[in-house]
């Protein structure tokens, strides 16, 4: 499950990104699956949970991003979407768009597909947005009088979150290769950091794990890396506390493995020293 993360949103005409502030909203929203692949014509499910301790209300709606080589996804105006990408919003549907939880009560979205004939073989994505709807703003504070002359903004805390809903098409296939890998300052501290090369006409999806010769538990586990088909190539980097960063440098083995719910097989292992 993937818990919503906050954003804070300015109503004006324009607005800011997104901040790690307290939650002012009434609760937060749980997402499972966090990744869904359709291939054929059946569809599935996503259930959503309010964790929170008051009923809140999401809209839902499907809106298109683009991997970058840093791994970042942007997120593309559907007026610039290729044609693959206008295909993807076009085959996925869902209901309901709107929904309010009660606390502690699940609700299930129903995702379907429908991929016309003569569709090209290959991979369409689409990400599935879950966006809290903010209560009504409280009238002005009367014990305030507002300042002549002067502006008054107001800040909102938003809740937003997308999963991809992947859209396979054809017999297709892809495989991953691991770089050198080193260990990185970072703005946020240091990270573990590695090239993912993809070849393939489709996207690659597993977990990084990265261990001592000879030593069974892993030094580092990171679930849920990604390689879209629209990159080559990206850049993984992987925060690490500056102890972990010491031990992480020197012999050590990497294995990316597929997700564990289609067998966690392995995409692609080697042995590197790390810098």
């Known amino acids: 499950m993937l818990r919503f993360f906050k954003a804070l949103r300015l109503f004006s005409a324009f607005a800011i990104g997104a901040a790690a502030m307290p939650a002012h909203a009434a609760g937060d929203l749980l997402v499972a699956p966090t990744r869904v692949v359709l291939d054929g014509s059946r569809g599935t499910e996503?259930?959503?949970?309010?964790?929170?301790?008051?009923?809140a209300t999401y809209r839902i709606s499907l809106e298109i991003k683009r991997m970058t080589a840093l791994g970042g996804l942007d997120e593309i105006d559907e007026g610039d979407a290729n044609d693959a990408e206008k295909a993807a919003?076009?085959?996925?549907?869902?209901?309901?768009?709107?929904v309010t939880?009660?606390?502690?009560?699940?609700q299930v979205i129903r995702v379907g597909v429908r991929v016309p004939e003569g569709t090209p073989p290959g991979e369409y994505r689409a990400h599935m947005l879950f966006r809290a709807?903010?209560?009504?703003?409280?009238?002005?504070?009367?014990?305030?009088?507002?300042?002549?002359?002067?502006?008054?903004?107001?800040l909102t805390p938003i809740y937003g979150i997308t999963i991809p809903v992947i859209v396979r098409v054809g017999d297709l296939g892809a495989e991953a290769s691991i770089g050198e890998a080193q260990v990185v300052d970072t703005v946020d501290g240091p990270a573990f950091a590695f090239d993912l090369t993809r070849k393939g006409n489709r996207s690659v999806y597993g977990d990084i794990e990265v261990t001592r010769p000879g030593v069974a538990e892993p030094l580092l586990?990171?679930?849920?890396?990604?390689?879209y088909p629209e990159v080559g190539q990206r850049q993984v980097q992987l925060r690490v506390p500056a102890e972990l960063a010491a031990k992480l440098k020197g012999p050590v083995r990497i294995r990316y493995s597929e997700d564990r719910e289609v067998g966690g097989g392995t995409i692609?292992?080697?042995?590197?020293?790390v810098k």
């Open 101 to 106: 939880l009660p606390p502690n009560q699940p």
């Open 268 to 273: 692609d292992a080697v042995d590197r020293v």
């Open 46 to 55: 996503v259930v959503l949970n309010n964790i929170g301790s008051e009923p």
């Open 133 to 154: 709807v903010p209560d009504a703003a409280p009238a002005a504070d009367p014990a305030k009088p507002a300042t002549s002359g002067g502006v008054s903004i107001a």
């Open 89 to 98: 919003l076009n085959m996925i549907s869902f209901s309901p768009r709107r």
């Open 221 to 227: 586990l990171a679930r849920g890396i990604a390689v």
